[in-house]
């Protein structure tokens, strides 16, 4: 346990004490988070009422394709979670800071989540419009193989416990994971022969599609990168005071000296 | 590179000290041997194999066979080292982490190489088809390169964990899906020529070179302590 110090408050490793807040600066810490947890709350009621009354029903796929308006912006904020655990992870093996490290864990939970939603609700859509659950198709294995994935990851975080070589081997995951996602999806695309990409006319942008189609998509895709923020600002803190929380019962356990 | 005829020194040092006490063990490739071969017999018992399937079945089952074992046996890669303690010992050397790992993965490359050498014409029997040749030996061991760089790595991650075993097929199954894909298809089209394929030895000569390389630059980060 190299981790154990003997400065139970400090919020990461080789940070100096937080200054007190004052000013705009700590006006925005104080409240930012109220603000956007407010933003994201009606961002999503918004949303919803654009998905669902807005936007019209799509002349070919009926009412089910109304799903694309949350599909697509879970899909985003999934690639979004896994992109900062890889830049995350990079950064720790360069500057071996523990808050780096905590954003890592914490976007890939959220990355977990939102793939887990994503598959769940491609899959939806695929029964009620191409009439299965589920095809080859290369965006549904890649996707499906990120899953597994950064499951991995999360369950050798789970194994290894806090500690720094974890963090060192989950950043190494971290950063493999990723650059593994594009070498599959090419790998997948030339096992089924390349043909992907006409089956998915959702994209938003063919010729026809009414500007009302258009607003509700980018609506729901900004409130769900704000709800990623504000994701990330809860585990942040939950990671800062578990690590806190921890370094104290090591205290306790084990004197001040560390082990 | 002044360093250089040192460093094939101590990479040849590390590989014939893995080689000797696995001669003189044989903890891993008789297990895994045994494990591929199992394989492929449950796998021959399992599909119901007729002239028109066994070209687009039976090279999946070689490969699921290889995979399998290469988690089972290269799982122990860093088995020895961690329960005797002599990991310490091996990084207290003045050795590059680079040449520790390449080391080890020719070490499991070779153990590897004795598996496949029995579990081959094993399959060629079972599975009656008759792909022994130069072409095949070429893809087994790009498949095999990039199956071994990542077991290896990872067998040092999930070793260090409580995991152990359990943890290795799960972190690389997923990250070895373009290798395994690649490999399969190269093999297929070994037995059953197929028109407009993708270059599949090529890409797998590009998945293994990608799949080496950032083992090799990320070893250090994993052992060290």
């Given at each position: 346990?190299?981790?154990?110090?003997?400065?139970?408050?400090?919020?990461?490793?080789?940070?100096?004490?937080?200054?007190?807040?004052?000013?705009?600066?700590?006006?925005?810490?104080?409240?930012g988070?109220?603000?956007?947890?407010?933003?994201?709350?009606?961002?999503?009621?918004?949303?919803?009422?654009?998905?669902?009354?807005?936007?019209?029903t799509?002349?070919?796929?009926?009412?089910?394709?109304?799903?694309?308006?949350?599909?697509?912006?879970?899909?985003?904020?999934?690639?979004?979670?896994?992109?900062?655990?890889?830049?995350?992870s990079?950064?720790?093996?360069?500057?071996?800071?523990e808050?780096?490290?905590?954003?890592?864990?914490?976007?890939?939970?959220v990355?977990?989540?939102?793939?887990?939603?994503?598959?769940?609700?491609?899959?939806?859509?695929?029964?009620a419009?191409?009439?299965?659950?589920w095809?080859?198709?290369?965006?549904l294995?890649?996707?499906?193989?990120?899953?597994?994935?950064?499951?991995a990851?999360?369950?050798?975080?789970?194994?290894?416990?806090?500690?720094?070589?974890?963090?060192?081997?989950?950043?190494?995951?971290?950063?493999?994971?990723?650059?593994?996602?594009?070498?599959?999806?090419?790998?997948?695309?030339?096992?089924?022969?390349?043909?992907p990409?006409?089956?998915?006319?959702?994209?938003?942008?063919?010729?026809?599609?009414?500007?009302?189609?258009?607003?509700?998509?980018?609506?729901?895709?900004a409130?769900?990168?704000?709800?990623?923020?504000?994701?990330?600002?809860?585990?942040?803190?939950l990671?800062?005071?578990?690590?806190?929380?921890?370094?104290?019962?090591?205290?306790?356990?084990?004197?001040?000296t560390?082990? | 590179?002044?360093?250089f005829?040192?460093?094939?020194?101590?990479?040849?040092?590390?590989?014939?000290k893995?080689?000797?006490?696995?001669?003189?063990?044989?903890?891993?490739?008789?297990?895994?041997?045994?494990?591929?071969?199992?394989?492929?017999?449950?796998?021959?018992?399992?599909?119901?194999?007729?002239?028109?399937?066994?070209?687009?079945?039976?090279?999946?089952?070689?490969?699921?066979?290889?995979?399998?074992?290469?988690?089972?046996?290269?799982?122990?890669?860093?088995?020895?080292?961690?329960?005797?303690?002599?990991?310490?010992?091996?990084?207290?050397?003045?050795?590059?982490?680079?040449?520790?790992?390449?080391?080890?993965?020719?070490?499991?490359?070779?153990?590897?190489?004795?598996?496949?050498?029995?579990?081959?014409?094993?399959?060629?029997?079972?599975?009656?088809?008759?792909?022994?040749?130069?072409?095949?030996?070429?893809?087994?061991?790009?498949?095999?390169?990039?199956?071994?760089?990542m077991?290896?790595?990872?067998?040092?991650?999930?070793?260090?964990?409580?995991?152990?075993?359990?943890?290795?097929?799960?972190l690389?199954?997923?990250?070895?899906?373009?290798?395994?894909?690649?490999?399969?298809?190269?093999?297929?089209?070994?037995?059953?020529?197929?028109?407009?394929?993708p270059?599949?030895?090529?890409?797998?000569?590009?998945?293994?070179?990608?799949?080496?390389?950032?083992?090799?630059?990320?070893?250090?980060?994993?052992?060290?302590?």
């Amino acid at each position: 346990m190299s981790t154990v110090t003997s400065r139970p408050a400090a919020p990461g490793r080789d940070a100096p004490p937080r200054p007190e807040s004052n000013g705009v600066l700590g006006l925005a810490r104080r409240y930012g988070e109220y603000v956007l947890g407010v933003a994201v709350a009606i961002g999503m009621i918004l949303s919803i009422w654009a998905a669902f009354v807005y936007a019209p029903t799509d002349a070919v796929q009926g009412p089910v394709q109304r799903i694309m308006y949350f599909h697509v912006p879970m899909a985003w904020l999934a690639y979004l979670s896994f992109f900062v655990v890889f830049v995350a992870s990079i950064v720790y093996l360069i500057r071996r800071d523990e808050r780096w490290d905590w954003i890592a864990r914490g976007s890939a939970e959220v990355g977990v989540i939102f793939t887990t939603l994503v598959l769940i609700s491609g899959s939806i859509w695929g029964e009620a419009f191409w009439g299965t659950w589920w095809t080859g198709e290369a965006r549904l294995t890649t996707t499906l193989i990120l899953w597994f994935i950064y499951v991995a990851y999360l369950l050798l975080r789970f194994y290894t416990g806090r500690t720094e070589s974890g963090a060192r081997n989950a950043a190494v995951l971290g950063i493999i994971g990723f650059v593994d996602v594009p070498i599959d999806y090419f790998a997948v695309t030339w096992w089924r022969g390349a043909h992907p990409g006409e089956t998915y006319v959702l994209d938003g942008t063919t010729v026809n599609t009414p500007a009302a189609v258009f607003i509700a998509l980018m609506l729901a895709l900004a409130t769900f990168t704000l709800l990623y923020l504000f994701l990330m600002i809860q585990l942040y803190r939950l990671e800062r005071y578990t690590t806190e929380a921890q370094r104290l019962r090591a205290q306790v356990e084990y004197g001040d000296t560390g082990e | 590179m002044s360093t250089f005829p040192l460093g094939w020194r101590q990479f040849w040092s590390i590989v014939g000290k893995d080689l000797r006490s696995e001669l003189r063990a044989r903890q891993i490739w008789v297990a895994m041997a045994l494990f591929a071969m199992l394989a492929l017999v449950v796998f021959y018992f399992a599909f119901d194999l007729r002239v028109d399937n066994t070209a687009a079945v039976a090279p999946g089952a070689l490969w699921i066979a290889f995979v399998f074992a290469s988690v089972l046996g290269l799982g122990r890669s860093f088995a020895a080292e961690q329960e005797h303690g002599s990991m310490d010992r091996l990084l207290l050397c003045p050795v590059d982490r680079e040449i520790i790992y390449l080391a080890k993965l020719v070490g499991n490359l070779i153990f590897l190489a004795v598996v496949e050498v029995i579990a081959v014409p094993l399959f060629a029997i079972l599975f009656n088809l008759p792909i022994l040749g130069g072409g095949l030996v070429v893809i087994v061991a790009l498949g095999t390169i990039g199956i071994a760089a990542m077991c290896t790595l990872f067998a040092a991650v999930a070793g260090a964990t409580r995991g152990r075993e359990l943890l290795l097929p799960l972190l690389v199954f997923p990250l070895l899906l373009p290798v395994v894909i690649g490999a399969v298809r190269a093999t297929q089209s070994l037995a059953v020529p197929v028109a407009n394929e993708p270059p599949w030895p090529g890409l797998l000569i590009a998945f293994d070179v990608i799949f080496v390389t950032l083992s090799t630059l990320f070893f250090q980060y994993v052992v060290e302590d």
